[in-house]
């Protein structure tokens, strides 16, 4: 079906700038959206940015102004931009994304396996 692999985690210091990368691949036939959402340690798992197809960007509040997310379209990547992270940014990112693929014919949801960005001096 889909694979969604992350990469791009890991240490940086507060007000430093941090590039995650989530690359989708598999049977893919049409992907309706991608998104990113992290996990703090005694957290519940929350949404930090999420891109439509048609480009529309939704970013959680906490994060609005310093983070960024791409458009994903021309290769299945979907990247996100981190400016001035802050200690509190610290979490398990995950990429997720609602696609369609060659071997279904209805969209499902999909899960990257994590990829940690710590933020600390």
């Known amino acids: 079906q889909v694979q969604l692999v992350e990469s791009g985690g890991g240490l940086v210091q507060p007000g430093g700038s941090l590039r995650l990368s989530c690359a989708a691949s598999?049977?893919?036939?049409?992907?309706?959206?991608m998104g990113w959402y992290r996990q703090a340690p005694g957290k519940e798992r929350e949404l930090v940015a999420t891109?439509?197809?048609?480009?529309?960007?939704n970013y959680a509040d906490s994060v609005k102004g310093r983070f960024t997310i791409s458009e994903y379209n021309a290769n299945n990547t979907v990247y996100l931009q981190m400016n001035s992270l802050k200690p509190e940014d610290t979490a398990v990112y995950y990429c997720?994304?609602?696609?369609?693929?060659?071997?279904?014919?209805?969209?499902?949801?999909?899960w990257g396996k994590g990829t940690l960005v710590t933020v600390s001096s």
């Open positions: 997720n994304c609602n696609a369609k693929s060659i071997l279904i014919d209805y969209g499902k949801y999909y």
């Open positions: 598999g049977s893919i036939f049409r992907i309706n959206a």
């Open positions: 891109i439509s197809l048609g480009g529309t960007r």
